[in-house]
């Protein structure tokens, strides 16, 4: 999803998410305007995967939002 779209994505959830995980790859998007996007208490994790083509290898930078639980940072783990 492109971040100009993301606005409309999260009023549309509304506060039908609750408090379930939310995983986020949008680039530059913070994790607490996912969450007072969506509404409700959601546990909002936002992971930055790189693509190393030329090693073959990636790694993922997760940085969980205010209210994220632990089951949704192990999951993004």
Same mark, same amino acid.
């Given at each position: 999803?492109?971040?100009?779209? !993301? $606005?409309s994505a999260l009023a549309? +959830? $509304? $506060?039908? /998410?609750g408090d379930a995980g939310v995983l986020s790859i !949008? #680039? $530059? +998007?913070?994790t607490g305007s996912i969450e007072e996007g969506i509404g409700g208490s959601p546990?909002? !994790?936002r992971a930055m995967p790189n693509t190393p #083509?030329? /090693?073959g290898k990636g790694v993922?930078? +997760?940085a969980p939002g205010r209210r994220a639980h632990d089951a949704t940072r192990r999951l993004a783990e």
């Open positions: 999803m492109k971040p100009q779209d !993301v $606005g549309d +959830l $509304g $506060g039908a /998410v !949008v #680039a $530059g +998007l913070r546990s909002v !994790v #083509a030329r /090693v993922t930078a +997760l």
